[in-house]
């Protein structure tokens, strides 16, 4: 088969890589408009889950993502006039650019075509093939094109938000709430190399207007937000990479496919960075609709039947995230009314955020605050962790140890 993906992010590099691997002599291309080894975003979480699919997938990739990324063993929630709180739970992070750096020499060793700088400009003229992968992100020009077809909507959340990064590195995936004169403002921050981490600030609307963000470009931005956590930034600085403050849009479409064009990852769905899953969710797409066409496609009627497999399978995986990714989403829009619990509960508001825990959870939290409960919890998912990495084919030990 003839197959074009039209954007080189996780969905569409992965999609390559997995569809080349299930039939060689596909000719695939990769049209990405940004030059190689540029990219927008800093590091992105994950769990076991996605590494468990990715070495199901492709052990060689899998290995690589997993001796790129940086581990992470605990949660910590702090909040003006409280002190710190923990939570359980560990993850994975790993900076964007290198994860499609691994992927895109992934795909060229296999022999897919990946050309940078190479944008599609015009949407109603697609590039000859037997099928179309739209992974263009988010603002899919594609899909975008034929939005009365693929039925899209879109909602617009209604905090703000920036992604930036700083060389600060963040001992562990933390949480920092401060109360400013305009209101209150957070951040969500994590390590994803041994010399920077993520740091996505949010804020509701009045806040973001009350301390004058919204009158500021990036660096003098980036240089109001460095004040208002100086408390939690060492004294290094944020770093916006070019993009400003965005609110979040929750994309839909009611149809994924039309003809021979498919949409895969963040040009079919979006998903709320507060559960930051959107590249998992992306990566899973391709697994599904390498899958589907696995088989081959004899015509036009096989090539819809694999579509709509594609489709369905996605459809009913995401649902749970996704609601998951509302409740949390809104919980961070209520934010400020959680404000004046004490620092356990709310530390508890914010990880039951998508309210599906059972009470014992509650009675976990309260119990593992002091220094020995905290540890033996730590201890305990160190030892899920390890044993979860050792049942992987590939990569067992550094997925261990990282
Ligand atoms: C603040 C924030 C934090 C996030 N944190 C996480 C996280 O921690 N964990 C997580 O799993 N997810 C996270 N996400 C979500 C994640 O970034 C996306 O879900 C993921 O990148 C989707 O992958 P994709 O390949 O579908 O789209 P993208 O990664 O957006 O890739 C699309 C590609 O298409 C290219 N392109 C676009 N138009 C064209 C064109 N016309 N021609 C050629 N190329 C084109 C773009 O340059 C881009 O490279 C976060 C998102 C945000 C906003």
Redesign the pocket.
Known sequence: MRITC????????YFAVLAKLADPRHRITV????PAGV???W????WDD?LDDLFRHDPVSAARIVDAACGWDEYEVRATGKPVTHLGGYGF?LG?HRL?EILGERARQLGVEVRYE????D?AALPPADLVVA????????RDFRARHFGTRIETGRNK?I?LGTPHVFRTFTFGFERTEAGWIWFHAYPFTDRAS?F?AECPPETWTGLGLDRLDPADGCARLREIFSAHLDGRPLDHAGRGW?N?RRITAERWDHGNVVL????AH??H?AI???????MQ?AMALADAIAGGIADGTALSAALERYEHRRRVALAPLQRAARASSAWFERMPEYADLPARRFSYALSNRRGEYPAWRYLLHMSTQGTAGRTMLRWTLSARRWHRARRRPAGRLSAALS
């Open positions: 039209v954007g080189g992010g996780p969905a569409g590099l049209l990405e408009r940004d990219t927008y975003g590091g992105v979480v994950f996605l992070s964007r499609l190479a944008e599609l400009a949407p992974c263009d992100g988010a603002g899919s020009r594609i938000y992604w993520t996505i965005r979040f895969m990852g963040d040009a979006t998903t960075f930051g899953s959107g590249t998992k969710l992306a797409d």
